[in-house]
Every structure is written in C-alpha cells, then in structure tokens.
C-alpha cells in the first residue's frame, strides 16, 4: 500500500516547492496545512507556492482539502499558488469550489435583537397587515357592489360547486359536533340544576345556549378549519402556479372570479348550517334530558319552545351569516397573500384558520355587547 506523503524544497528564495507522493484517498491520515505555514516563516518571506505531482499515485476528496486549506492560508498571506502541475481533474475542482459562494444565511447569526427593535419590527408588521386587511376587505366590498349592479363576472357553475362543498358536504362533522355540544351543555347544566330539583330548565339551558350563540360559533369554528383552510389552499396554489397572474393578464378581476363567489357561498350557507346544528343541539340536550333526567320528550320540547323567543334566532341567524363572511375572507386574503412555494401555502393555511377563529370570537363578543344595549 502506497502512503501519502509531501515534502519542500526551496527553488530560490521567493518560492517554495510542494512535493506530493503516494495515494491520497480516504483512509490514510491527513497531512497537517500547518506545516506549510511552518515553512513560510522560515528564511526569507515566500512570495510564491508551486505545487509538484509527478510522484502523485491516487487522489480524491482529501487532496482537495488539503490544497483548499493551502489556499486559504496563501490568501491570507498574499502568495501566489501555481497549480499547473496538478492533476487536470483537481485543477477543475478547484475551480469549481472557488466559483461557488458560500450561501448567504447559511450560518445563523446569534446577535440578541434588542427589545424595543423587536417591539418596534412587530408594530411595523402588524400595521403593514392591518393595512392589507383592509385594502383587502375594500377591495371586495367593491367586488360586492359590482355584483349589485350586475357588473361582476364569475361562473355560475363556480358558485353552486362552492354551495354543495360548503352546505351539503359540511352537514356530517356539523352534525355530529352540534349534537356533542349540546349533550356537554345539558350534562354540565344538569348536575348543577339536579341539586336544586330544576331539572326541567336543562332544556332552557340548551335551547338558548345553542339557538343564541354556540351553535353560530361552533359552526363558524368548524367552517373555518374546512372552508377556510380549503380556500386559502386553494388560492395560494393558484398563486404557486401563477394562474391568478394569468387572471390579472387577461383582465379579469381575481376579486371577482375568486374571491366572490366564495364569499357568497359561505354568506348563504353559514345560516342554514347554523340553523341544522341548532336542531342538533336542541337533540342533543334532548338525549340527556331523557337518559339521565327523567324527562318527557313532550315536555322538554315544550320548555324549549317556551323558553326560546324569535330574537334569538335572529341573532343566531345573524351571527351565522357574519361569521360566514368572515371565515371567507380571511381564507382567501391569507391565499391571495401566499408566497409562491409549497411552505408558504402551508402558512397560508395555518393562519386562514388562526385569523377566522380570533375574527369570529371578537364579532362575538361584539354583537354580544350590541344586543345587550339594543336589550334584543
């Protein structure tokens, strides 16, 4: 087995000579770049490295960190390195490593940010957001009115798809979420009322509990992890693949192509939807008021109908068709605002959902608020 091996030789006093010999592959050891450095500062100052290898047997990877370590120790001490006696092979390799740059944030830097810049970086970008929002939400009241007058332009076909995929398809987890709620509701209520023997009030509990408010959010909840979702995934897809650029190119209003009929789709269907789940509710309060309670279908349906009053479907209905407007809108302004890769779909999607959640509990508390002084 040969070994490697290199040795030095002064050729005048300006230029040091580097010998290679033997196999430099992986497995033997490899030869300190230090003992160069060693040779530099012996004698009188190098000024050139020439680079021999006619006694060189094999090489591969090692003999390049070994010259790409030499080279940037005659960098540092402004030395002339003459590598035409090398192998043809390495000299390309060279060559190819020093036109390659070492890529610009690959290596993290660990500089604590002070805290009034990151206060300051947030300020600026949840302004910039609040911005968009509402440039957003401008943007598609106009949409809104140019379908008023006729104007807006968007398939037909496009709108009854959305209805079936936003009303019909979404009536299981609706349902089977709706009817958990309201056997959670009457099961919480009930061990409180049972104390006091007023069991027969579970069916009020439940009745305007879901009428009112649960079931519009519950419903809203589940729409904005479906729809919501669905929709910026769509967007931002489209994005990804440069369609929407294609809309704006052959002047069609990707507000109005895309964006509308979503919009309406859910503004028609989160009603209904929130309608069917305050029956679910109402069953399953129900279900608990019979199993547990001792109750009378007949008589928790009347209680329920005594104690549910026509404002509170309104307001349910009302919150329904809110929430409807806002799930859509934050799932294709998340998607209109995607970057253009698979990563920035996936954020996309993740804060359509976060933005429809926080949107639906701040118009909740606020209609809230509203029919407490209006006294609905």
Not at 75 to 87: A, G, T, V
Not at 126 to 138: E, N, P, Q, V
Not at 351 to 357: D, G, N, R
Request: aromatic content about 6%; hydrophobic content about 55%.
């Amino acid at each position: 087995m040969e070994f490697l091996s290199f040795n030095f030789r002064n050729e005048d006093s300006e230029t040091l000579l580097v010998h290679f010999a033997g196999s430099w592959k992986r497995g033997n050891t490899l030869p300190d770049a230090q003992e160069i450095e060693k040779q530099l500062n012996v004698g009188p100052k190098i000024k050139r490295i020439v680079f021999m290898s006619e006694n060189l047997t094999g090489w591969d990877s090692m003999l390049l960190t070994f010259l790409i370590r030499v080279r940037a120790l005659g960098s540092s001490n402004n030395i002339i390195l003459q590598e035409d006696d090398l192998p043809e092979g390495v000299r390309r390799l060279l060559a190819l490593a020093s036109e390659v740059p070492e890529r610009k944030g690959r290596k993290k830097e660990t500089t604590l940010i002070p805290v009034l810049e990151r206060i300051g970086d947030s300020a600026a970008v949840f302004w910039k957001s609040l911005l968009d929002m509402t440039d957003f939400i401008g943007e598609a009241s106009v949409a809104f009115m140019r379908l008023v007058t006729g104007k807006a332009r968007f398939r037909q076909s496009d709108l009854l798809l959305i209805i079936q995929q936003c009303g019909a398809q979404a009536l299981p987890i609706v349902s089977l979420i709706s009817i958990l709620v309201g056997l959670i509701l009457a099961f919480i209520g009930a061990i409180q009322l049972k104390i006091f023997g007023a069991q027969i009030y579970v069916a009020s509990l439940v009745g305007i509990g879901m009428v009112r408010a649960l079931a519009a959010i519950m419903t809203g909840v589940i729409m904005a992890g479906r729809t919501g979702a669905a929709f910026a995934a769509q967007l931002g897809t489209m994005q990804v693949n440069e369609e929407i650029d294609a809309l704006k190119t052959l002047g069609i209003s990707p507000m109005e192509f895309l964006v509308l009929p979503r919009m309406l789709a859910l503004f028609l269907m989160m009603p209904l939807l929130s309608l069917y789940a305050d029956l679910m509710g109402i069953l399953g309060g129900l279900i608990v008021g019979v199993s547990m309670l001792d109750l009378n279908v007949m008589e928790y349906f009347a209680k329920t109908r005594e104690s549910v009053h026509l404002n509170d479907f309104w307001v349910g209905l009302f919150s329904a068709a809110v929430f409807g407007v806002l799930v859509a809108l934050a799932g294709c302004l998340r998607g209109m605002q995607s970057g253009r890769s698979a990563a920035a779909v996936g954020e996309a999607t993740t804060s359509a959902v976060v933005t429809s959640i926080v949107s639906i509990v701040v118009a909740m508390a606020v209609i809230t608020v509203v029919c407490h002084v209006l006294n609905v």
